[in-house]
């Protein structure tokens, strides 16, 4: 994106990274897990439900938003 682009009110964006796997619990069993982690501030989370991680991720979001546009953590 162009540097001008972020000044013509292009919406505010966020970058996280999701991992997503089956962990085996025996028996026949597995679960999923997921990480998710928050680029810029490199906070990582380890979850079990997809509620979790759009939970964490609305969360972050607006704990950025009412910290401000410099805010990164």
């Given at each position: 994106m162009e540097?001008?682009?972020?000044?013509?009110?292009?919406?505010?964006?966020?970058l996280f990274t999701v991992r997503v796997w089956e962990e085996e619990l025996g028996g026949g069993r597995a679960e999923v897990r997921m990480e998710v982690r928050h680029v810029l501030s490199g906070e990582t989370r380890h979850?079990?439900?997809?509620?979790?991680l759009a939970a964490?991720?609305?969360a972050k979001i607006e704990t950025l938003d009412t910290?401000?546009?410099d805010a990164a953590g």
């Open positions: 540097g001008s682009a972020l000044l013509t009110g292009y919406p505010r964006s966020y979850l079990r439900t997809w509620t979790e964490y991720m609305q910290a401000g546009p």
